[in-house]
């Protein structure tokens, strides 16, 4: 088995997460007030992830990709564009 020799930055994802949040919820043309009612998430809340402030949990990183219509990988992973 080949060892992996990559590490994950934790600000790097944070980071692409908060990219990518906002990213699609522009797309939608969405407010960030939209997307916390859509998610079922705090306004704030959703400004902390946007500006990576705010260690994500798992549950509520589901509740934005179910809310913006995306895969977990959209937000997780950097952008293409």
Not at 50 to 68: D, G, M, R, T, V
Request: hydrophobic share 35%.
């Amino acid at each position: 088995m080949e060892e992996k020799n990559s590490q994950i930055d934790y600000n790097i994802l944070l980071a692409t997460i908060a990219s990518n949040v906002k990213k699609y919820r522009l797309a939608k043309g969405w407010s960030q007030e939209d997307l916390a009612y859509s998610a079922d998430i705090d306004r704030t809340y959703i400004g902390y992830i946007e500006n990576a402030k705010h260690n994500i949990s798992i549950k509520k990183l589901c509740q934005i990709c179910n809310a913006l219509n995306v895969n977990l990988e959209d937000l997780l992973l950097p952008s293409q564009s």
